[in-house]
Each structure stands twice: as C-alpha cells, then as structure tokens.
C-alpha cells in the first residue's frame, strides 16, 4: 500500500504536464472590401432572412423544413453523438469501480472400489481365516455453498495529458458538428426557397406562355374566318397556325418543371414527393422582388459562415489529436485495487473475517514497437496540416461565393432593367405594326415577328425576375444566413 501510495505521488506530480501542441487559431487576413460591386449597410437579420419576400408560404415551407428535413435531423443527431464523445474521453481520466459476486454450491457422493483380495489374503493368514473385507466402500454424503462479492477499482493517471487531450479533441468536434448542424439548416432554407422561388417563376412564365396561346388563337380564328373569303392569304394564315403551335409547345416544359418543384419541396419537409400537390399546383403571383442585400465586411463573412467555423474547430480537434499521439510515447502509470469478501453462508459475507484486500500500482513503458508511436504521430501532423488547408479553402470559397453572387446580382439587375424596357418598347411595336396591318400599310408577317419578339422578351423577363430572386437566395446563403441557435438542442 505505501508502495502504491508513493507511486501515486511521484504521478500526481506530473499531471500538470500536457505534451503535444497548443492550439492557436489560424490568423486570417481578409481582404478590407468586396471588389464586386454592392449596395452598403446593414444586412440586417439574416438568420429569418427569407421573410424578406413577404410570402407566408414560403415562410411556413422553411419552418417545417427546419423541423422535419431529414438533413437536418441527421446533422442535430451527430452534435448529440459527439457531446456524447465528449463524456467518453472524460471519464477516461476518472477512476473505474467494477462490482463483481458469485455463488457457488457442490456435491459430494462417491464410492471408494477397493482392492481386497490382496489384504484379505495376507491378514486372513495372520488369523488362520479369511476376512471377507468388502470389495467397495461408500463414502458419506457432503454438499457445500460458497459465496464471494467484491470491487475492482481502476485508475490511470493522466501525467502526460494524453486523456485531456482527447476531452480537448472530443470537445472540438462536438463545436464542429453544431457549426456542420448550423450549415446544414443554412442549405436546406436556401434549397427550399429557390424551389419555392423557381416554381412561382416557372408559374409566371406559364402565365405568360397560357396568355399569349389565348391570343393567339383568338387570332388564327380571325384569320381562318377572313381567309375562307379570300382576305387574308393563305399562307398567313399557315403562319399564324405554326406560331401557335410553337406557343402551345413552350407550355408543358413549364408545367413539367413545376412538378419537379413540388416533388423537391415535399422531399425537404420530409414527405412524400407528391404531398404538397393540392398546396401548391395553384398559381400564386411570384414575391415582389427586394433590394440587393448589402453584404458588409469579409471579417464579418469569415465569423458567421457555419463552413468557417466548423474547419476552424476540427483544426482544433487534429491540433489536439496530436498530444493524444505524443502521450502513447511515454510511460503510463496506473493503480489497481480490490475488496473481496467471501463466506460459507450468504449472510455472513460481508463479516470482518471474510474480506480480503489488495492494491497495486503499475507503470508500463514503450521500448519497442518498429516505429508505430511515432509514425501515428506524424500521421496526427498530417491530418492537421489537412484540417488546415481545409480551413484556408473554407475560407477562400467563402470568399469566392459572395464574390460571384454579387456579380451575378450586378448583371442581372442590368439584364432585368433592359428586359423591361424591351417589353415596353415591344409592346408599342405590335401596336403600331397591328394598326399599319389593319390600313394595309404592311403584311401579316410583320405582324407575327412583332408579337414573337414580344412574347420571347415577356418570357426572358418572367425568368430574369425569378434569377433575380434566386440570386438574393444565394447572396443570403453565402453570407451564411439561414441558421439559428434555437434550432439546436441544448447542451
């Protein structure tokens, strides 16, 4: 015992010691401005940023999908598995008590053969007759019951760090798996909304597609009425039936693409593809289109992105992966002990005369294992000099994403702007070439490229309004908007 207590001394002196390297963060240098240009101030409250669009269904779409989507599940369960690591790695460093009991109970009964020719012959000749010994011999019955209880105890003492160094690790990851938790709801809120966005578009050019095969046809009966008397010509009329049919065509790539958005939208709340049919087959008018965000500053980009965050803390973790690796290269010390009590009688056992005690402490030390303890530690090296360059590419697609959906915001307000200014011009062109038609001035085939082009730029603005929208979905999304803490289960 005073063995084991002096051993436990010398340890307890050394426990403060942690091998290995102390994490540092990596220092980042962002550039001080985004170069692509943007509209500034504050964001605003980017966390609930799709209320901007003013649509309460899409609204009640993100709140469902942030409940039930199964990405986001799944990524909650493993910030839950990982703060159970946590404890794990922990209770490492803590001693271990194991209580153990058993009972037993035997039987004797057994008969003895004997040899007695032998003895009956030699002792028969010292009495001058024979004895008639019996050949077996019954041995008298005897049972018996023992009962044993006891406790193992266990500790080994962390002198070089290698268990807090696992808590560290353990602790890191748990913080990484709620930043990967946090992106997770990031990317299902930007999927869900440009599925919802993209099918009120597709809806809009339906709309549009559904308005112009209506004036057309309307159209192809006034001319069929007024070729059958030989006022138009036949082949304006032709013309006019192959336009139409070119309408009639454009209509169900449209209706198709809006299934695929309902399918999408069902699967990110986790039901059925075809569950959100009735809800949202209706058309609804698309949301009015808001202002370009303003970004702010890339510092600020670098502390909000979930991705960031989550690389910057397993970088953590490997750091600390490699003073798990460093502590297998020197001694461990542990101590051992145990309390038994043994008795004849299950209520005698825990008497004083019954119980045996014992403890011991060990040390055991690496001699030679070909290089393995060290090649592990420099694997740990390289895996954190991953996590690194993992954290840097994080960093520089972060960086990149606002970049390019600024640029793309840019053109497209620009692209928008022209767009609507061509509708109108266009539609004062079929005006004017419909009034030169009508007093003979032109012919029909100036009349069908007016409205051709007009449809071709209404639809080219219908989509170019829905770009829009998608690429304030993906602004938001780089910014890292979308995640909120309240989402995640509590510690």
Same mark, same amino acid.
């Given at each position: 015992?005073?063995?084991?207590?002096?051993?436990?001394?010398?340890?307890?002196?050394?426990? !403060?010691?942690?091998?290995?390297?102390?994490?540092?963060?990596?220092?980042?240098?962002?550039?001080?401005?985004?170069?692509?240009?943007?509209?500034?101030?504050?964001?605003?409250?980017?966390?609930?940023?799709?209320?901007?669009?003013?649509?309460?269904?899409?609204?009640?779409?993100?709140?469902?999908?942030?409940?039930?989507?199964?990405?986001?599940?799944?990524?909650?369960?493993?910030?839950?598995?990982?703060?159970?690591?946590?404890?794990?790695?922990?209770?490492? *460093?803590?001693?271990?008590?194991?209580?153990?009991?058993?009972?037993?109970? %035997?039987?004797?009964?057994?008969?003895?053969?004997?040899?007695?020719?032998?003895?009956?012959?030699?002792?028969?000749?010292?009495?001058?007759?024979?004895? /008639?010994?019996?050949?077996?011999?019954?041995?008298?019955?005897?049972?018996?019951? %023992?009962?044993?209880?006891?406790?193992?105890? %266990?500790?080994?003492?962390?002198?070089? !760090?290698?268990?807090?160094?696992?808590?560290?690790?353990?602790?890191?990851?748990?913080?990484?798996?709620?930043?990967?938790?946090?992106?997770?709801?990031?990317?299902?809120?930007?999927?869900?909304?440009?599925?919802?966005?993209?099918?009120?578009?597709?809806?809009?050019?339906?709309?549009? *597609?559904?308005?112009?095969?209506?004036?057309?046809?309307?159209?192809?009966?006034?001319?069929?009425?007024?070729?059958?008397?030989?006022?138009?010509?036949?082949?304006?009329?032709?013309?006019?039936?192959?336009?139409?049919?070119?309408?009639?065509?454009?209509?169900?790539?449209?209706?198709?693409?809006?299934?695929?958005?309902?399918?999408?939208?069902?699967?990110?709340?986790?039901?059925?593809?075809?569950?959100?049919?009735?809800?949202?087959?209706?058309?609804?008018?698309?949301?009015?289109?808001?202002?370009?965000?303003?970004?702010?500053?890339?510092?600020?980009?670098?502390?909000?992105?979930?991705?960031?965050?989550?690389?910057?803390?397993?970088?953590?973790?490997?750091?600390?992966?490699?003073?798990?690796?460093?502590?297998?290269?020197?001694?461990?010390?542990?101590?051992?002990?145990?309390?038994?009590?043994?008795?004849?009688?299950?209520?005698?056992?825990?008497?004083?005369?019954?119980?045996?005690?014992?403890?011991?402490?060990?040390?055991?030390?690496?001699?030679?294992?070909?290089?393995?303890?060290?090649?592990?530690?420099?694997?740990?090296?390289?895996?954190?000099?991953? %996590?690194?360059?993992?954290?840097?590419? *994080?960093?520089?697609?972060?960086?990149?994403?606002?970049?390019?959906?600024?640029?793309?915001?840019?053109?497209?307000?620009?692209? /928008?702007?022209?767009?609507?200014?061509?509708?109108?011009? *266009?539609?004062?062109?079929?005006?004017?070439?419909?009034?030169?038609?009508?007093?003979?001035?032109?012919?029909?085939?100036?009349?069908?490229?007016?409205?051709?082009?007009?449809?071709?730029?209404?639809?080219?603005?219908?989509?170019?309004?829905?770009?829009?929208?998608?690429?304030?979905?993906?602004?938001?999304?780089?910014? !890292?908007?979308?995640?909120?803490?309240?989402?995640?289960?509590?510690?």
């Amino acid at each position: 015992m005073r063995r084991a207590a002096a051993l436990l001394a010398f340890a307890a002196t050394l426990a !403060g010691c942690e091998v290995g390297p102390n994490y540092v963060a990596p220092a980042d240098h962002p550039p001080p401005a985004f170069i692509e240009t943007a509209p500034t101030g504050d964001p605003g409250d980017l966390a609930s940023w799709w209320h901007v669009f003013g649509d309460p269904e899409l609204d009640r779409l993100v709140e469902i999908a942030l409940r039930q989507n199964l990405d986001v599940q799944t990524a909650v369960s493993r910030v839950k598995e990982a703060r159970l690591g946590v404890t794990i790695a922990r209770s490492q *460093a803590l001693p271990s008590l194991t209580a153990q009991g058993q009972a037993a109970h %035997s039987d004797v009964k057994d008969t003895v053969h004997l040899n007695t020719a032998a003895i009956d012959h030699e002792i028969g000749q010292a009495f001058g007759r024979p004895l /008639n010994l019996p050949s077996t011999l019954k041995l008298p019955d005897a049972s018996e019951n %023992s009962y044993t209880a006891g406790l193992d105890a %266990s500790w080994q003492i962390d002198v070089f !760090g290698g268990i807090r160094r696992s808590v560290e690790a353990a602790r890191a990851r748990t913080e990484a798996a709620q930043w990967s938790a946090r992106d997770a709801q990031l990317t299902v809120v930007s999927e869900v909304a440009d599925a919802y966005l993209q099918l009120r578009q597709y809806q809009a050019q339906e709309a549009v *597609a559904a308005a112009e095969i209506q004036r057309q046809t309307r159209s192809l009966q006034i001319l069929g009425e007024t070729a059958k008397v030989g006022l138009v010509p036949q082949g304006d009329f032709a013309r006019q039936r192959a336009q139409l049919a070119t309408a009639q065509a454009s209509l169900p790539p449209l209706i198709a693409n809006e299934r695929i958005q309902i399918h999408a939208l069902g699967v990110l709340v986790a039901q059925t593809p075809e569950s959100l049919s009735a809800e949202l087959t209706p058309a609804r008018p698309a949301p009015a289109l808001p202002p370009t965000v303003p970004p702010g500053l890339p510092s600020e980009l670098l502390r909000r992105r979930p991705d960031i965050r989550s690389a910057e803390r397993n970088l953590a973790a490997a750091t600390a992966d490699i003073g798990v690796a460093v502590a297998d290269l020197y001694p461990k010390f542990s101590i051992t002990g145990a309390l038994n009590w043994m008795s004849m009688a299950f209520g005698n056992i825990a008497t004083i005369t019954g119980r045996t005690g014992q403890a011991a402490g060990a040390v055991s030390f690496p001699i030679l294992d070909w290089g393995r303890r060290r090649a592990t530690v420099g694997q740990r090296k390289e895996e954190a000099q991953q %996590s690194y360059l993992a954290y840097q590419q *994080a960093v520089l697609g972060a960086l990149r994403d606002v970049e390019d959906a600024l640029a793309r915001a840019a053109t497209e307000q620009t692209r /928008n702007a022209a767009l609507r200014s061509g509708v109108a011009d *266009a539609e004062r062109a079929v005006q004017a070439v419909d009034a030169r038609y009508r007093t003979g001035v032109t012919g029909y085939t100036d009349v069908l490229d007016a409205q051709q082009q007009l449809l071709q730029l209404r639809d080219s603005l219908a989509a170019s309004d829905g770009n829009l929208r998608r690429d304030l979905i993906a602004l938001y999304r780089a910014l !890292g908007g979308g995640w909120d803490d309240a989402k995640l289960p509590a510690r």
